[in-house]
Nanobody, 120 residues
Framework: VQLQASGGGLVQAGASRRLSCLAS????????MGWFRQVPGKEREFVAA????????NYADFVKGRFTIPIDNSKNAVYLQMNSLKPEDTAVYYC??????????????WGQGTLVTVSS
């Protein structure tokens, strides 16, 4: 499966932003889907994921209550809805897909990153 992420940009603190990830090659309902992020100079970190089939989601503590991960199987797309953005959310965000039931620490497929910059 190939993943194409988009939607990054410059936003003000407190605002919302939605990232999109369009998949091609195979239907995403065959994968667990998720998002990671990376701040320059730091390791990538898990943000959010949906188990294969979309029945269960999980979130990093630092985004719980602010971010959600909607999936649209008809468009073969997964999104990251980010609300109440903070400057510390500034990072490159990566869409991922995993062949297993849930997204592991090293997902099988990665899209290119999209940069989100949150200004204070």
């Amino acid at each position: 499966v190939q993943l194409q992420a988009s939607g990054g940009g410059l936003v003000q603190a407190g605002a919302s932003r939605r990232l999109s990830c369009l998949a091609s090659g195979r239907p995403i309902n065959r994968y667990a889907m998720g998002w990671f992020r990376q701040v320059p100079g730091k390791e990538r970190e898990f943000v959010a994921a949906s188990h294969r089939g979309g029945d269960t989601t999980n979130y990093a503590d630092f985004v719980k209550g602010r971010f959600t991960i909607p999936i649209d199987n008809s468009k073969n797309a997964v999104y990251l809805q980010m609300n109440s953005l903070k400057p510390e959310d500034t990072a490159v965000y990566y869409c991922v897909a995993d062949r297993y039931y849930y997204v592991g620490e090293n997902p099988d497929y990665w899209g290119q990153g999209t940069l989100v910059t949150v200004s204070s």
